[in-house]
């Protein structure tokens, strides 16, 4: 395994990647480029597959009868992209801020320093490091202590590195993706019965889902959302993303889960397609 994956990655299950349905190709993509500062690895009329050294982190694909989804519709809260250390979080933070880009908040979550934004079509996005994991507080059930404090955005942007923030730092992954879903219930009993992940942390309407004593690879909270049904193919917004299973015995164990619970499968060269009680799409792969 490689020593230097951050260890989000390292875990039995994590995130490899999202795909966005866009109205304007062009300009979302445009923005994942310049201000998150990801690469065109495949381009095609309908759609771009952008990452970071080659790595596919973002599916951006557009048609002609996407549909702006309702602000309280399932789907994607924000898609979280890590960085690997401090110095690359407070560098691109001198980043947005000579841009300006507009923030939407920026919180120390304990495990975590996050700072909040959007695309050009609303989708959100959170952008952040992780504390070392030496660093977390575990409680005895096996749950991380999680708060939502302010974070000194000052002194993280007077700690950056004295360079310009060109693209991502190497290593720069998906650390996890939070959702928007219609019921919390529903939400555990298919994220953790059925994948296998654990509820790390939960707050007022919301659960966090993790691998292997990550704080969370999957969130899923309701504060705009209850009761809100399944996603319309058309939607623009999250169409899915990819669970990957570092652990062939936990990937096995989630097929059987979806086997026993009749959840309907497909089978694709590259993995097990399915989509989770919002109608998001979910590949899973060992």
């Given at each position: 395994?490689?020593?230097?994956?951050?260890?989000?990655?390292?875990?039995?299950?994590?995130?490899?990647?999202?795909?966005?349905?866009?109205?304007?190709?062009?300009?979302?993509?445009e923005?994942?480029?310049t201000?998150?500062?990801?690469?065109?690895?495949?381009?095609?009329?309908?759609?771009?597959?952008?990452?970071?050294n080659?790595q596919?982190?973002?599916?951006?694909?557009t048609?002609?009868?996407?549909?702006?989804?309702?602000?309280?519709?399932?789907g994607?809260?924000?898609?979280?992209?890590?960085?690997?250390?401090?110095?690359?979080?407070?560098l691109?933070?001198?980043?947005?801020?000579?841009?300006?880009?507009?923030?939407?908040?920026?919180?120390?979550?304990l495990?975590?320093?996050?700072?909040?934004?959007?695309?050009?079509?609303?989708?959100?996005?959170?952008?952040?490091?992780?504390?070392?994991?030496?660093?977390?507080?575990?409680?005895?059930?096996?749950?991380?202590?999680?708060?939502?404090?302010r974070?000194?955005?000052?002194?993280l942007?007077?700690?950056?590195?004295?360079?310009?923030?060109?693209?991502?730092?190497?290593?720069t992954a998906?650390?996890?993706?939070?959702?928007?879903?219609?019921?919390?219930?529903q939400?555990?009993?298919?994220?953790?019965?059925?994948?296998?992940?654990?509820?790390?942390a939960?707050?007022?309407?919301?659960?966090?889902?993790?691998s292997?004593?990550?704080?969370?690879?999957?969130?899923a909270?309701?504060?705009?959302?209850?009761?809100?049904?399944?996603?319309s193919?058309?939607?623009?917004?999250?169409?899915g993303?990819?669970?990957?299973?570092?652990?062939?015995?936990?990937?096995?164990?989630a097929?059987?889960?979806?086997?026993?619970?009749?959840?309907?499968t497909?089978?694709?060269?590259?993995?097990?397609?399915?989509?989770?009680?919002?109608?998001?799409?979910?590949?899973?792969?060992?």
């Amino acid at each position: 395994m490689n020593e230097n994956k951050q260890f989000a990655l390292t875990r039995p299950a994590y995130v490899g990647q999202a795909h966005l349905v866009v109205r304007d190709l062009p300009l979302v993509s445009e923005f994942y480029q310049t201000i998150i500062g990801l690469s065109i690895i495949e381009k095609s009329p309908s759609g771009e597959v952008l990452g970071v050294n080659g790595q596919p982190l973002l599916t951006l694909t557009t048609s002609q009868n996407a549909t702006r989804a309702p602000s309280g519709a399932a789907g994607l809260f924000h898609t979280a992209f890590l960085m690997p250390s401090r110095s690359d979080l407070a560098l691109w933070l001198t980043h947005v801020a000579h841009n300006n880009v507009g923030l939407q908040g920026a919180s120390d979550h304990l495990v975590s320093e996050a700072i909040y934004l959007s695309d050009p079509e609303g989708n959100g996005i959170e952008v952040y490091r992780d504390r070392s994991p030496d660093e977390w507080t575990y409680q005895p059930d096996g749950t991380v202590a999680m708060s939502t404090l302010r974070l000194n955005l000052q002194e993280l942007y007077d700690s950056a590195p004295k360079a310009t923030f060109a693209k991502a730092a190497d290593g720069t992954a998906i650390g996890h993706i939070h959702l928007q879903v219609g019921d919390i219930p529903q939400a555990d009993a298919f994220y953790q019965d059925v994948l296998g992940l654990k509820i790390m942390a939960r707050y007022p309407g919301a659960s966090f889902f993790g691998s292997g004593a990550y704080h969370h690879h999957v969130a899923a909270n309701i504060w705009n959302s209850r009761g809100a049904v399944a996603r319309s193919d058309n939607m623009t917004g999250l169409s899915g993303y990819s669970l990957k299973f570092n652990e062939k015995a936990e990937f096995d164990k989630a097929l059987a889960a979806l086997d026993k619970m009749e959840i309907a499968t497909e089978r694709q060269s590259d993995g097990i397609v399915v989509k989770d009680p919002w109608g998001i799409g979910l590949k899973l792969s060992a």
